[in-house]
């Protein structure tokens, strides 16, 4: 019998208590690791393509004013500027289920499908869009979800906008990080609401990266001191501002996360402790038979490692197994598209696992330094 | 008769040392629970205790948020005379129409910029809504370009003091004054005069009209009458309620909290079961020696069970204890209602730490059940033998 | 005999598996106890004694045969009657005294009687009695590790009596005490033989111990060896 077999019969000799253990650690790591994910899926801004030649323009006031229609031409007209569409929230509501969990947006189809580049979608899709002024073209994800297809018509109540509109699906786009919203005419809602004019924002592609921050100085100054100021900033800025309206929510998920881990710690040490304490017996005898403290030190720390390795593999291999192979969507009802277990996230798991390898290995490996051979062979536990 | 509870609790205490990581894990749990829980219930307490309830908000038909909802002046002035609109003493209606524009600004710690609700509202609005109370400094003096500000989103934004000036549409506006909002709703706004928030931010139209009514009968027909009036695409709700539906934000509070504490107590059943069949384990004798004294396997079961209880329970009343101190902490998010940043307060609920309390005890039943089993099966001779 | 028996033993026997291994711990046994003996039960380690006992205390079941207790066929009540039983009929005695370590003598002592329809009242009588009747009143408010083992083992004694049964059986009642400790104990239990008119069946291995009863018999590998009555 070697020493590895000798420190694995041990830690199995309690199955009970060992399973306890590994499942403990588990479940704390898998939830941890669950808490880092979501906490980067919401701070970092999924970018397609595209992204990075991109700007986004809205109202200097807030995102919920709008903006003059005539700004368009003199967007368009900025050198460096490729193209330009009105990008309007929608805020619709299908007719009797209330919330509806995508969004919608009114663009411009010849200008969108230039700067939209990263959407893959059937070839004759936005032509069939220009041509169809009731057309909306629809992410795969929501299209699945309500079992729309191209050809399928519905009608949706704007809870910004007076009145109902109709809308057919043209096509149906896939290959975006967010494949789960809806874009349909701008000149449609036009129409409807009665006051043509109004845009949300601006939604711009420039040439080249080179252009980019000139494209964006001109416009902020060129509206500048008008009734309609601007603000432009690189697609990316724009998507960290929007996050950065959900205010402290890095501080409390890093705040529970803290509270997890140390959970964890505590109640696997203890668990852990008490299984090792259990040992006391077979320590002091090894110790009787002349095996040094530093030895038995070992015997304990393997065995807190083992339980904290196995524990990690089930939780964090279980995490990332779940997120990488399943539905994400699915799962959470629309919330995330994505939920990426980086190697940075496993490795935090496998450092507080470890770490906790060692903290449960702590009071054993004290008290059986201090045991005198006759207490340990006293212990009746 | 069944086993005395004092035994069950001298058990619990009298093992304290291998039991405080788990009560301590029950506790950090609850804790958890319970102020994610908080969250939500200070979001809806803040929303519930908004309006009065002699006013009925009238706001564009299906939008859900003043911000997005538009009243012409037309049809502000075919409602301004109803006669279930009550009088002030010089007979003019007690009716106000309020322009409601988000503005994006600074945070104060830069951490970025949020949408505030801004209100341009009249003095009959004012009057309105006396829940509201000056702090600091004075009202706003209308034309001289000036705001006052909700005390409690004076520590969350810059400039925001009295005397401070801030930037948006174009224009500076200096802040005269802080306000109170009775821990409502109007806690997270900014107000300014009507008609020069229509002017700085280029609006035809009002946003929402606020009535008082002159009976809650007239309320009824009041909003009865707008629902019916085709001309008026507009409808009325009693200003509490209209306030109290607009919960949406605590709605995915209440789900993380209610998911984190699952996954959370996962962890916690398993150290209670681990407890527990410590506790088992070394009481095996004893529980032989009760069976021989006559006592029955329900009896032992129940006994343990109760130890559980017990023991999760302790947890559960210090998990509620740890969170109190941060009962009534303000903090802020982002309304999904009105897509601008929202103030509230964590606010534990006695229901609140009951329901904590209860979900630890949940806890400890769940993780000592199987202990509890092996020790009623244990067979006598077997138990009397232990060591 | 001419006395009444309060124990009828016919043709029992317990044979158990161990393993793959039938082991059988009592062969085909035959006894009368009397009312008020006091029989002490001796043989080695395996002899079977304790399995006799735990089965006249119904605590075990035999594979075979029957054992009728003041006319009661204990061999043919389940599990919930012969609880009840024994909390009313028979007093028993371990080895490791196993008091509840956190309850009080007083409260070790009033565990039987909580499955009785008494008051709390006449439970606390019972109580102060039983705990006078073993000279230990004065320790009635004492956690078992604040008394010496002679002193626990008498508080159990007085948990045995509570109920007033007939029968008191103890398995290596002085095992774990000092000679003078085993020396009060098994003068109390010939007491209560004596006094009260008990029935006292005594397990041991220590002669001297057996010395203290009116009649002793060996058990060796399942089987009894010889009758020594006095």
Partial sequence: MTAAGFIV????????????????????????????????????????????????????????????????????????????????????????????????????????????????????????????????????????????????????????????????????????????????????????????????????????????????????????????????????????????????????????????????????????????????????????????????????????????????????????????????????????VSFEVTPRIIGAGALVAAGLGIIAAIAPSIAVAKMSVVNGLKTLD | MALPLTY???????????????????????????????????????????????????????????????????????????PQIARDEKGRPLVSADVVVLISLPRRDSNGEANVTMRGITPIGMKLRPQVKLVAGSWFTPGKRQVVVSAKMAERFANFQPGDKFKTGGHELTVAGQFDGGNSAFDSEVWMDADEARALFDRENYSSVLARVTSPAAARDLMQRIDSDRRLPLHGDLEVKYYSEQTATAMPIKILGNFLATAMSIGAIFAAMNTMYASVGSRTREIGTLRVLGFRRRTILASFIIEGAILAAIGGVLGCLLSLPLDGYSTGTMNFNTFSEVVFQFRITPWLATKGIIFAIVVGVVGSLLPAIRAARLPVIVALKAV | ??????????????????????????????????????????????????????????????????????????????????????????????????????????????????????????????VETALELVGLADRAKHLPRQLSGGQEQRVAIARALVTDPQLIVADEPTGNLDSHSAQEVLGVLQALRRDAGKTVILVTHDPKAAAFGTRTIHLEKGELLNDNSV
């Fill in chain 2, 8 to 82: 069950n609790f001298r058990n619990v205490f009298v093992r304290w040392r291998a039991t405080v990581a788990t009560v301590l894990g029950v506790a950090l749990v609850v804790a958890v629970y319970v102020l994610v829980q908080a969250l939500a219930v200070g979001l809806e307490k803040s929303a519930s205790n908004t309006g009065d309830p002699r006013n009925v908000m009238i706001v564009r038909k299906g939008s859900t948020a003043e911000s997005s909802s538009q009243v012409s002046r037309v049809q502000f002035q075919t409602i301004e005379f109803l």
């Fill in chain 1, 9 to 336: 019969k041990n830690a199995l000799r309690n199955k009970r208590r060992a399973l306890l253990s590994v499942s403990s650690v588990a479940a704390s790591l898998f939830l941890l690791v669950t808490l880092q994910v979501a906490l980067r899926e919401l701070t970092l801004p999924q970018e397609g393509a595209g992204a990075a030649l991109r700007v986004a323009a809205r109202s200097k006031i807030s995102i919920a004013n709008f903006l003059p229609a005539r700004q368009r031409p003199i967007i368009e007209n900025i050198p460096g500027v490729e193209a330009v569409t009105p990008f309007t929230w929608f805020g619709g509501e299908y007719k009797n289920e209330g919330a509806m969990s995508f969004a919608q947006f009114a663009i411009e189809p010849k200008a969108m499908r230039k700067v939209f580049v990263e959407a893959r979608m059937h070839a004759d899709a936005w032509d069939a869009l220009e041509k169809e002024k009731k057309g909306c073209i629809l992410g795969k994800i929501t299209a699945d979800k309500y079992h729309l297809q191209v050809g399928d018509r519905f009608t949706l109540v704007s809870t910004i906008f007076p009145g109902e509109l109709e809308f057919k699906v043209v096509g149906i786009y896939s290959g975006t990080p967010d494949d789960r919203n809806m874009f349909f005419r701008h000149d449609y809602l036009d129409d409807s609401i009665g006051y043509p004019g109004l845009v949300g924002m601006w939604w711009l592609k420039v040439k080249s990266a080179a252009d980019m921050p000139r494209v964006i100085d001109t416009i902020n100054k060129d509206f500048a001191n008008t009734s309609a100021e601007v603000r432009a900033e690189s697609e990316r800025a724009f998507q960290l501002g929007f996050i950065s309206m959900w205010g402290n929510i890095k501080v409390l998920i890093a705040s529970i996360s803290t509270v997890v881990v140390f959970t964890l710690v505590l109640v696997s040490a203890s668990t852990m402790s008490m299984a090792i304490r259990e040992r006391f017996r077979e320590l002091a005898i090894l110790k009787a038979l002349g095996f040094r403290r530093r030895e038995l030190f070992a015997f304990i720390l393997a065995e807190s490692f083992g339980l904290a390795a196995a524990g990690a593999l089930l939780g964090i291999g279980g995490a990332y197994c779940l997120y990488t192979y399943g539905d994400i969507s699915k799962m959470t009802h629309g919330i995330f």
């Fill in chain 3, 1 to 126: 005999m001419a006395a009444d028996n309060i124990v009828t033993i016919r043709n029992l026997s317990k044979i158990y598996a161990q393993g793959e291994i039938q082991v059988t711990a009592l062969n085909n046994i035959s006894l009368d106890i009397a009312v008020a003996e006091f029989l002490a039960l001796m043989g080695p380690s395996g002899s079977g004694k304790s399995t006799l006992l735990h089965i006249i205390a119904g605590i075990d079941r035999p594979t075979s045969g029957g054992c009728r207790v003041q006319n009661v066929d204990v061999t043919k009540l389940n599990e919930s009657e012969l609880a009840d039983w024994r909390n009313q009929n028979v007093g028993f005695i371990f080895q490791t005294f196993n008091l509840i370590p956190v309850l009080t003598a007083a409260e070790n002592v009033e565990l039987p009687l909580l499955l009785t329809q008494l008051s709390r009242a006449q439970r606390h009588k019972q």
